[in-house]
């Protein structure tokens, strides 16, 4: 029978299995999750002929690399970097046949964070409440991939890949988020709304999947006292003590006792999700 599965020869900064994530479980405690930026996972996949939920691997600044145990399709999207198979140059964001028992090595990202790699089949470790995701923040799904971890494939479909080529984003050099202002814009001085849609910002090294936090003016409050704790959306923008934004990820908690001045557009939050430290970021109220 043959071993459809994969080892883990490098596991890089940060990856992890990531799908769709995990809907309608917020009153639990459980944040969404999921791949950070969805249409290059959906892309990705769509090329091993996978649907665009299909688990993969969603890398952070410096790839991975791993030894498949049978022959599979692969596919490497998202942030650009070098592919490589057994150390021959191979195409990023086009399907891949990768022999079994080959090294498939996702190098260091050259423009944004994430890269996305599918298998055909997917990655097919045990769903947590309906999805394989890996979330950070409540120890949900699996693991981070950690070097000498085996993970299985799933079975292909019968089908051919929907395409062989697709159309891939880039990635911005500047990121501009659209927001809706509140539901705790009262809690800012008038000030400190036109410093959050004027104010030079930028990404700072501390983001991860839970938030990405910037850097620049503090956002001077017009309420000084204690916020209860109330329920967080995706794309919140939480304001902590220090008055730095915090755009909160797919892992974001879902209550927090913090301010949120403004909420970003969901389909925004991918250039977030690719943008390096020191990136500008420019907050633009919505029409």
Known sequence: MTDRAFAVVRAGALTTVQDRGRFGHAHLGVPRSGALDPGAAGLANRLVGNSVGAAVLETTLTGCAVRPRCAVTVA???APCPVTVDGRPAAWGAAVRVPAGAVLEVGAAVRGVRSYVAFAGGVAVEPVLGSRSTDLL?????EPLADGAVLPLGRPGAGVPVCDGVPWAGVAGEVVLRVRLGPRDDWFTGR????????????SAASNRIGLRTEGPALERAVAGELPSEGMVLGAVQVPPDGRPV???????TTGGY???????ERDLARAAQAVPGTRVRFVVAG
């Open 192 to 203: 400190a709304l036109r410093t959050l849609t004027t104010g030079a910002y930028r990404v």
């Open 138 to 142: 409540s120890g949900l799904g699996p």
């Open 259 to 265: 301010p949120v001045v403004a909420v970003v557009r």
């Open 76 to 78: 490497v999207g998202g």
């Open 247 to 253: 755009v909160f990820l797919a892992d974001h908690p």
